[in-house]
Nanobody, 121 residues
Framework: QVQLVESGGGLVQAGGSLRLSCAGS?????????MGWYRQAPGKQRELVAT???????NYADSVKGRFTISRDYAKNTVYLQMNSLKPEDTAVYYC??????????????WGQGTQVTVSS
């Protein structure tokens, strides 16, 4: 089974930076089609933050463009989210997501358990 584990969350003051990591493990990966980050703030629906495809194409929510950068190291089965100029409205639980093809499960979407990011004013 594939497991995705996020790390790097925490408490930071407005204007600060954090770097989130999401590492996949547990199964032999045939291919990683895409990886991304989502977030869910209290009382709100989960929303897309950024995605990156196998070919390196990226997509960002308008609210984070120019501040966040998604990157990946598929050799390490890892995706990163560099978050700069953080704002209180960025406070949320951040989840990584990946579409991964494995021999055992085929093409499957996986979610991490989430990591809390809190930005204080």
């Amino acid at each position: 089974q594939v497991q995705l584990v996020e790390s790097g969350g925490g408490l930071v003051q407005a204007g600060g930076s954090l770097r989130l990591s999401c590492a996949g493990s547990g199964s032999i990966f045939i291919s990683i089609n895409a990886m991304g980050w989502y977030r869910q703030a209290p009382g709100k629906q989960r929303e897309l933050v950024a995605t990156i495809t196998k070919g390196g194409s990226t997509n960002y929510a308008d609210s984070v463009k120019g501040r966040f950068t998604i990157s990946r190291d598929y050799a390490k089965n890892t995706v990163y989210l560099q978050m700069n100029s953080l704002k209180p409205e960025d406070t949320a639980v951040y989840y990584c997501n990946a579409n991964i093809y494995t021999l055992a499960q085929g093409s499957t979407y996986y979610w991490g358990q989430g990591t809390q990011v809190t930005v204080s004013s």
